[in-house]
């Protein structure tokens, strides 16, 4: 128990790094995949460990020596970051040189910053659904008599395709400055995988695994784009507030949204009387409804004369810097 506190007293700091450190080693082309490639680092791990821990151990006795592998990995892994600079020798953009405002000073400008709590919202409830189904997914698939094994490949193709997909469009979207385009397409999608997810688990009898591979599939494609460009887009539009502060405070309420709908989760599955006995559907239900209402905030961002508000500041400020003209100003692509 204590070594899981200290693991969660660490997550701040894991979860607050990647786009602070994109900010000030990147360049506005460069940070949506530097912010992909960290912040996706973190499920990409977890993907490793599913795949490699159960091979370590082969019953209780195994467990200690598994934990001990475990620590020696992740304190090699450790070392680097002492030699790792703060900052790079000269500042790589104007926004670079721009004083950012601490806690204290960006919590009143969060407050009243509409667009910020719209997309808050949405990509917390995006987040907790993703952690939700992705820890409850054997018991969503073994009712329909999906071995455990079949169901963690399942998770494994949510994961690498994600990954996959996020390596190659983040690139481009960070090029193309694409983030509104971006989030306008992915949680639409996003959304409409959960609730075709509702019936792919009793396609098995007849279809195979088909139907819950593909869902899964275009599930983790369009979650694992989506987070770094909301992360990043955060950053442009509360600019100068700290990528920290917005980064630590969507991410935290992603995972505090997690662990409810896990809760909730558990509290909806079905007895022994159900059909099939102890199945997952009223939680699969509970979390398409969800995800279902969240699509439409996002898809206002800019509407009701509110265009002004989705400018790209971060970005306006380093064109500045290069030498176009002050009246210049970025919109999100559209």
Request: proline share 7%.
């Amino acid at each position: 128990m204590f070594g899981q506190i200290l693991t969660g007293l660490a997550q701040p700091f894991v979860l607050a790094a990647p786009t602070r450190y994109s900010d000030i080693w990147f360049t506005t082309e460069g940070r949506v995949a530097a912010t992909a490639l960290t912040t996706l680092a973190n499920p990409f791990g977890a993907a490793l460990g599913q795949l490699i821990v159960p091979l370590w151990v082969q019953g209780p006795t195994d467990i200690s020596r598994m934990v001990l592998y475990v620590s020696i990995i992740s304190t090699i892994s450790c070392l680097p970051s002492f030699f790792i600079p703060a900052a790079p020798p000269t500042p790589v953009s104007r926004s670079n040189e721009t004083p950012k405002l601490n806690l204290r000073e960006s919590a009143p400008i969060l407050f009243k910053n509409l667009e910020f709590w719209i997309i808050f919202s949405s990509f917390s409830v995006y987040v907790g659904c993703f952690n939700s189904i992705s820890s409850i997914l054997v018991q969503v698939l073994s009712p329909y008599r999906i071995s455990d094994e079949e169901a963690g490949i399942g998770g494994g193709v949510l994961i690498v395709v994600g990954l996959v997909t996020s390596a190659i469009l983040s690139p481009l979207i960070g090029k193309k400055r694409a983030y509104l385009t971006t989030i306008r397409i992915a949680v639409p999608l996003i959304g409409l995988c959960y609730l075709v997810f509702i019936w792919m688990p009793k396609t098995h009898k007849d279809g195979g695994l088909a139907g819950p591979y593909i869902a899964l599939c275009l599930l983790g494609a369009s979650s694992f784009s989506l987070m770094p460009v909301v992360l990043e887009f955060l950053v442009e539009l509360t600019h100068p507030i700290s990528p920290a502060v917005t980064s630590t405070i969507a991410l935290s309420g992603g995972q505090l949204l997690g662990g409810i709908f896990i809760i909730v989760s558990g509290a909806l599955k079905a007895g022994q009387d159900g059909d099939p006995p102890f199945n997952m559907d009223k939680a699969l239900i509970f979390h398409a409804v969800v995800a279902m209402v969240f699509v439409i905030p996002p898809l206002t961002l800019g509407l009701f004369g509110r265009a002004d508000k989705i400018k790209l500041k971060r970005v306006n400020s380093d064109d500045r810097g290069v030498g176009r003209r002050s009246d210049e100003i970025a919109p999100a692509a559209v």
